[in-house]
């Protein structure tokens, strides 16, 4: 596994193991998902059952034909008749039997054809009424066109024409109350998909959400215990991305994509099956183009694979451009650059734009390839639909159904290529959210664990040898004692290793030889949080948090009172300028503290360690953009806070340090003069040349 995290696109998105591992956010909403899955079957079974209402209406009261078929030259099949096809049959008088046609196709193929050859079926279509006391009088009113067949009469379909609207109304008010029957049931069928649909994908997205919101606060709380070294070798915008949008892309998968695939797949699968129990023949002859979807399927999955991840390697290199361009908009435009900067945007983006019309192509291609099976299906149910139909084999209504069903079987393969973008992308940050977490944390306990309840400020250096890089050591045979309650400083030239003397103290980096011990006590024996909070920090460039100013002081922490607040804040004299803030302590520091000044700033990083009462105090001194007034504060406030603490002050300006115990002069990662400021001067070393370089007059 390496070390450092690093972004690169994967050999294989659809990864089992990334999956098994999301799915262990998602167990503890299971039922959630349980119910929305069997929810779903209830959608895609309403789904179905639309047609099929459609359907029912056309044969059985659009167009609800009957056939008269005549078996007296076949005497020996009456009985047969009478009992195998009982069900069907209305009703018999004589040796004639009235039918319904769409049940015709379940005579048995031999009775079908020896009643066919001899003409017994009729060839025209004929409605069916009841002999009731209002089409007694319409069957005087139309004479010749009414015949009498036990309790019905029927009337070809050809002379319902002849028919007024209105005596056909009257004639046809049992079909108009069962369309208002079907047209009650296709609405309540909508009211309750459209129920269950609302509680399927609410259900979904609760659960989606709330594994989400697990998984960003595990990875949030893994990114604040990695090692500084990590933070170091990777951009904050990637973290941001994977914390805020690669969550993101994965809600959006469970939500829509993944989810709505199953819905589609098992949609998919029932209308393949009703179909198939409906009229077999049809369905395999409609599915003759499956073979050809499902090979342009795969084509494209392919094709797109391809174009996706070059998109995605020229939108990261646009992202990166842009994001280098505004934070270094100052000097782009101090050394009139824009022209240029122009330019090579202009040629990323334009890479950007070709990768984007490959895309383009794949997708136009696959879309009109998909409508155009779509259409070839359909032409081969009426083809041989419609063939069946006139054969008497079929009805009008399986005809409509079998439309209806390759209109909802292919609609969730138009979709293909935005549910395919959406996996693409929530895969590829399941893949790069994962490889973040396999990253080992620092190790916060450890055994024999240590957890005292005040450290003294006893702290040894025994020969450390300290390398960010292999082999390259920026830290050697550093030997340091520093007593408990002494203060020290550590001056030399930028990049001589004082600020990484400091963070070994607190385990920002890990060393690779020797021994630190505070209090004797090794520090890799002591609990991490409090090591930690036993040592108080003050930075070089000093971090403000957006809201308010008596936040900033304590960070958060419930443990400390307004009075202590303001107690710390006028012991480090940080109070003069927040009393003047119209707010005072409730003012909002804003962003990065754009509100206050350096001085400032670091007047309040004084008072956030007072309220801490660390045992060690640690400061990276920058005061060269600090006005007079301001430092003279700032002094006042840290000799009160290096009072009875151990102190180790990276100096930068000499003269903040002359009252210091002992100063320790680092070059090149070692530690090569160490004295007071008078005996450092009369060496004559290192540290004589740079006290010479910032007060040339005062040296003789």
Not at 404 to 419: G, I, M, T
Request: glycine residues 4%; charged residues 25%; positive net charge.
């Amino acid at each position: 596994m390496n070390t450092y995290y690093e972004e690169k696109d994967s050999d294989n998105l659809y990864d089992r193991l990334l999956m098994a591992r999301l799915i262990k956010y998602l167990l503890p909403y299971k039922k959630y998902f349980i119910i929305s899955f069997m929810i779903l079957l209830l959608i895609a079974l309403f789904a179905i059952a639309l047609p099929y209402v459609l359907k029912y209406g056309i044969d059985e009261y659009i167009n609800p034909s009957i056939k008269l078929i005549d078996i007296s030259n076949f005497p020996e099949l009456e009985a047969e008749f009478s009992t195998k096809y009982q069900k069907y049959i209305i009703e018999t008088e004589g040796l004639k039997i009235l039918i319904k046609s769409y049940n015709i196709n379940k005579l048995l193929p031999e009775h079908f054809h020896m009643l066919q050859s001899n003409q017994s079926i009729g060839r025209e279509f004929y409605a069916k009424f009841p002999k009731t006391k209002e089409n007694n009088q319409l069957a005087e009113k139309y004479p010749g066109i009414f015949q009498a067949f036990g309790k019905y009469y029927i009337i070809n379909q050809t002379d319902l024409k002849k028919i007024s609207n209105d005596d056909t109304r009257i004639l046809r008010k049992d079909d108009l109350h069962g369309l208002l029957k079907l047209g009650i049931i296709f609405l309540v069928i909508l009211i309750f998909r459209f129920v269950f649909s609302y509680l399927q994908i609410y259900l979904t997205q609760y659960a989606a959400m709330h594994s989400m919101y697990d998984l960003r606060m595990k990875l949030f709380n893994h990114l604040q215990k990695l090692p500084l070294s990590f933070f170091d070798r990777n951009p904050i915008g990637r973290l941001v991305t994977r914390v805020a949008n690669d969550v993101n892309a994965l809600a959006d998968m469970l939500g829509e994509g993944l989810i709505t695939l199953i819905q589609d797949l098992v949609m998919m699968l029932a209308i393949l099956i009703v179909m198939l129990v409906i009229n077999y023949k049809l369905a395999l002859i409609t599915f003759v183009v499956l073979p050809f979807v499902v090979f342009f399927m795969v084509r494209f999955k392919v094709d797109v694979r391809k174009v996706y991840r070059g998109v995605r390697i020229k939108l990261a290199k646009i992202n990166a451009t842009l994001s280098e361009n505004i934070s270094g908009i100052t000097t782009i435009q101090l050394f009139h650059q824009e022209e240029n900067k122009f330019n090579q945007f202009k040629s990323i983006t334009k890479e950007y734009f070709n990768a984007e019309k490959k895309q383009l192509k794949v997708f136009a291609v696959f879309r009109p390839l998909i409508d155009v099976m779509v259409h070839l299906a359909i032409g081969l149910i009426i083809w041989y639909g419609g063939g069946r139909i006139l054969a008497n084999r079929m009805s009008l209504g399986v005809l409509v159904l079998f439309i209806s069903y390759v209109h909802r079987f292919f609609d969730p393969l138009y979709d293909l290529s935005q549910k395919y973008n959406i996996m693409q992308t929530a895969m590829a940050s399941l893949e790069k959210i994962f490889k973040l977490m396999d990253i080992k944390p620092e190790q916060y306990t450890c055994l024999p664990l240590i957890k005292p309840s005040r450290i003294k400020g006893k702290v040894e250096f025994k020969d450390v040898w300290m390398a960010y890089n292999e082999d390259e050591y920026i830290l050697k045979n550093i030997n340091l004692k520093i007593q408990s309650g002494e203060k020290i400083a550590l001056v030399g030239a930028t990049g001589g290793g004082k600020t990484s003397i400091v963070k070994l103290l607190s385990r920002f980096y890990p060393f690779q030889k020797g021994e630190i011990l505070i209090d004797q006590i090794p520090i890799s024996q002591y609990s991490l949080s409090e090591l930690r909070k036993n040592i108080g920090v003050v930075q070089q460039d000093v971090f403000i948090f957006s809201g308010k100013i008596k936040d900033n002081i304590t960070l958060y922490r419930d443990d400390v009172s307004e009075e202590e607040i303001i107690k710390a804040a006028k012991y480090v004299n940080a109070d003069k300028f927040i009393s003047k803030l119209q707010n005072k302590y409730d003012e909002d520091a804003r962003e990065r503290g754009s509100v206050l000044s350096a001085g400032q700033r670091q007047l309040l990083a004084f008072a956030r360690v007072l309220v801490c009462n660390p045992s060690i105090f640690i400061l990276d001194e920058a005061t060269s953009n600090i006005d007079t007034e301001t430092e003279i504060l700032i002094q006042d406030a840290l000799q009160k806070i290096m009072e009875n603490r151990t102190s180790i002050i990276i100096a930068h300006r000499l003269s903040t340090i002359q009252n210091v115990d002992r100063i320790l002069v680092v070059h090149k990662g070692e530690i090569v003069e160490e004295g007071n400021h008078q005996e450092l001067l009369k060496q004559r070393g290192l540290y004589y040349n740079l006290y010479k370089l910032q007060y040339k007059s005062d040296v003789v």
